[in-house]
């Protein structure tokens, strides 16, 4: 599944533009000018005043969204997720890979984001695409959070697949042979950004 990808300042550099404060209100401004759309009441959620959970539509390009919980009164990005809809002949479908996901470290926001990626994850990008991949380079961070994802999915009966996309081949992926494959999925060699992630909510 994923290369990993350690080195920080290519971390640093994606997350610039959340992580400095200056950044973030442009951000914040670029989203807010963009048409969002709220779905709190699509995920059943509801949070504070002044705060919002938005979903903005190709601002960047015409395959792409963006999920963020903003306040209004401060005028910034709490929580960011970037997905991507791919196109993918051997899945003969178009499935949601996140290729950002960021939260805010401060800690008087842990309430408001604390579960929100697991929820966004199972209740909003699954239930809306059907199924959703691995993208193919991960920080450490990014191969815990997919490594939990899957457990996740297992528990909650939804399929899950080790992807080889050259290939197009699918292996089926329970608790036992996630755990056997574990080492052989993530890898910091370059052939590892192959080998994807799906979970979907039907057999493929």
Known sequence: MPQLYL?????????????????????????????????????????????????????????TFEIALISKTEEKVIYYNKVIIVNDVFLNSRPATQILLWRTVDPKYKGLTAGLAEKIFFEYIIETYDIIMSDNIQTEQGMFFWQTRLLQAIDKGLFTYLYDYINGNLFRLNRQTLEEKNEEIWGEEEDYQYQLAVISKFCI
């Open 7 to 63: 080195n920080r300042k290519d971390i640093k550099h994606d997350f610039k533009k959340l992580m400095q404060i200056r950044m973030n209100h442009d951000l914040y401004h670029k989203l807010m000018d963009s048409l969002p759309v709220s779905i709190l009441t699509k995920l059943g959620l509801s949070i504070l005043e002044g705060f919002d959970l938005i979903r903005v539509d190709e601002r960047e390009a015409d395959n």
